[in-house]
């Protein structure tokens, strides 16, 4: 199995700055593409960002130049840089990352993964 954890969430004003964390763990043999997503109330869950191994990334455009998307493979961890916040941001960020898995003797197998999330609420 593999599991990722969400953290740095939380509140901030209009304008403010987080930094949201994913770490991989589990029996893991390598991440290919991680991603951000989120889900606001009512609505389906988007793409916010994704950067691939070879550190290749993709932005919405609601959130280039503002958000930046980075990892750090022998951490396996993937982050989120949030900056000029807006209210519009307010939502349900979720972890996504592809990975190999390491099977029973020799086998390996791909599989898509999920974070449980962690809240970004923005608000004066």
């Known amino acids: 199995q593999v599991q990722l954890v969400e953290s740095g969430g939380g509140l901030v004003q209009p304008g403010g700055s987080l930094r949201l964390s994913c770490t991989a763990s589990g029996n893991i043999f390598s991440i290919n593409d991680m991603g951000w997503y989120r889900q606001a109330p009512g609505k389906e869950r988007e793409l916010v960002a994704t950067?691939?191994?070879?550190?290749?990334?993709n932005y919405a455009d609601s959130v280039k130049g503002r958000f930046t998307i980075s990892r750090d493979n022998d951490k396996k961890m993937v982050y989120l840089q949030m900056n000029n916040l807006k209210p519009e941001d307010t939502a349900l960020y979720y972890c996504?990352?592809?990975?190999?898995?390491?099977?029973?003797?020799?086998?390996?197998?791909?599989?898509?993964?999920w974070g449980r999330g962690t809240q970004v609420t923005v608000s004066s």
């Open positions: 950067i691939t191994n070879k550190y290749i990334t």
């Open positions: 996504n990352a592809d990975v190999r898995v390491r099977g029973k003797g020799w086998q390996i197998y791909d599989n898509t993964y």
